[in-house]
């Protein structure tokens, strides 16, 4: 049998690995023929990537399909799960219903992630658990679930977004170390980080009014320098002119 590049193979017979040839590398091997030996293909040397938060739209052979534009009032995927997230907002603040309710310190996003991972070790893989690759998405998507109520809506969107992915990919690869998967978790990115789609139109104008706030601000400031200066320029040239007409007279 041949094990194509970038692929390893589990060597069974009757049903149970063989001593000293389980696990084959790329390569010519010898086997006994089937039903006595069975080789079982794995794409261990291949770094694959599964997803948090959504799902694609399949396009046909296996193909996925995606957005051309990504943004934040049109829902990018076939499917997207909106998770919890934290807020750090003024404790006690109330809404603008006529309830006087308090704001939750929660907020809602949709939160798209890729996980790239690397299978280390394929007897684990293969032998530990019946579904690896199922454990390994519901053990990520846990510890997605259990951060993101630990940090804030406004930083994950924006600042945190790097460290976020990190630690995430330390924690996920902590779980998996214990749960013995043989898996090596490479990568999490915070691919897309957006309120739901129902709320995007009144999250922009939202965001839009900070930002108008901020450079109004920064307009003044500006003003504000520059009127000064002038101010003091003014000041000091009629102390000039003054003290020029007292030495002339």
């Not at 049903?15 to 086997?31: A, I, M, T």
């Not at 990115?189 to 930002?211: F, I, N, R, S, W």
Request: net charge positive; proline share 5%; hydrophobic share 40%.
């Amino acid at each position: 049998t041949y094990v194509q590049p970038g692929e390893s193979a589990l060597l069974e017979r009757f049903g149970k690995p063989v001593s000293g040839r389980d696990v084959l590398e790329s390569g010519f091997h010898l086997k006994l023929p089937w039903p006595i030996d069975a080789v079982h293909r794995f794409r261990a040397r291949e770094i694959q990537t599964f997803h948090i938060g959504f799902e694609h739209e399949e396009i046909g052979s296996g193909h996925q399909k995606e957005a051309p534009v990504v943004l934040w009032t049109v829902s990018h995927y076939k499917e997207e799960f909106h998770l919890l997230v934290a807020s750090r907002e003024p404790a006690g603040a109330a809404t603008n219903n006529p309830a006087g309710k308090k704001a939750p310190p929660v907020n809602l996003l949709a939160v798209g992630m890729p996980v790239h991972f690397q299978i280390t070790n394929l007897t684990w893989w293969a032998y530990t658990n019946s579904d690896s690759a199922g454990l390994m998405k519901q053990v990520a998507s846990r510890e997605v679930v259990r951060y993101l109520v630990s940090v804030d809506v406004n930083e994950i969107m924006s600042a945190a977004r790097f460290t976020a992915g990190e630690e995430l990919r330390r924690r996920i690869q902590t779980r998996v170390d214990e749960l013995k998967l043989g898996v090596e978790i490479l990568f999490v990115g915070l691919q897309d980080v957006h309120p739901p789609v129902t709320v995007g139109a009144a999250y922009e104008k939202v965001v839009g009014m900070k930002q108008r706030r901020e450079a109004d601000i920064l307009r003044a400031r500006a003003y504000a320098v520059g009127t000064n200066a002038m101010a003091q320029a003014e000041a000091v040239r009629r102390k000039l002119d003054a003290s020029a007409e007292s030495a002339r007279r």
